[in-house]
C-alpha cells in the first residue's frame, strides 16, 4: 500500500516540480539574451522587448514554456492547497498568470527606435499591445495569488511565509509602482525593475519546493497509516 500511496502522488510531485523550475528557466533564458543581444541596455529596455527582432522567438519561446510550465504547477497547488483560506482560488489565479505569460510570448512587443538594432521608426501594433497587457495583467495576478497564498500560510500558522509572501510580490511590485508614480527617470525605474522581478520568481521557486516537500511528508504519513500502522 505504501508503493501505491507513493506512486499516486508522483503526479503532483512532478506538477509542483514545474514550479521549482519555472523561476531559474526564465531568469536565466532572459538574463542571457539581455546580456548578449545586440542594442539591447538594461537602463533603457524594457525585457518584453526581447521578443522583438530575429531573435525574439528565443524569448518568446521563453515565455511559452514558463506560461505552460506555471499552469501545471497551479494544477499542483489545487491539488495540495485542499482547504484553508485562499485554496480555492490561489492556484486559479497563479495558472490564469501562466497563461498571462504564455499570450506575451505568442505575441511579440513594439520594436523600439535603437532595439533591435537599426530600428530607426516606432509602431504601435496591436500584438504589441497584447503583448503589453499581458505583462501588466500578470503582475496583478500573482499579486492576488501571493495575497491567497499569505493567507493559507496564516492559516497553517506559518508567519515567515506569510511575511515572506508579502514582501516579495505585492510589496515589491508596489515599492516599484510607487517609484514610477513619483516620477523616477526611465533608466532608475528599468533597472530598479530587477529586484522585484526577481524576488517574485524566487517566491514561486520557494513555494514550489515547499509544497513539494509537504506533499512528500504528507506521502511518508499515509503509507503506514493506510497499512494500520501508527505514523
Known sequence: MMIEQKSMARP???????????????IAVTAV???????????QHRYNL????????????NMVVTGVLMVLFAVGVGRMLRQGRGARWAPRLLGLFGLAYLVGGLFPA??????????LTESTTWHGIVNAASRGVSSLLLIAASL??????TSRGRRNWTWFSWAAVPMSLGAFALLVVVGADTSTTYVAFLV??????VWVTAV???LYRLGEQQTAV????RQGVPA
Open 208 to 210: 514550489a519546493a515547499y
Open 222 to 225: 499515509a503509507g503506514p497509516v
Open 110 to 119: 513594439d520594436a523600439v527606435i535603437g532595439f533591435p538594432l537599426g530600428t
Open 50 to 61: 526581447l521578443t522583438t527582432g530575429d531573435l525574439g522567438w528565443i524569448h518568446r519561446t
Open 196 to 201: 522585484p522581478g526577481i524576488l517574485m520568481w
Open 33 to 43: 539574451q539581455a546580456l548578449t543581444r545586440a542594442g539591447f541596455d538594461l537602463s
Open 12 to 26: 503532483t510531485g512532478a506538477l509542483l516540480a514545474c514550479g521549482v523550475l519555472a523561476g531559474p528557466l526564465y
Open 148 to 153: 491567497l497564498i499569505a493567507r493559507w500560510f
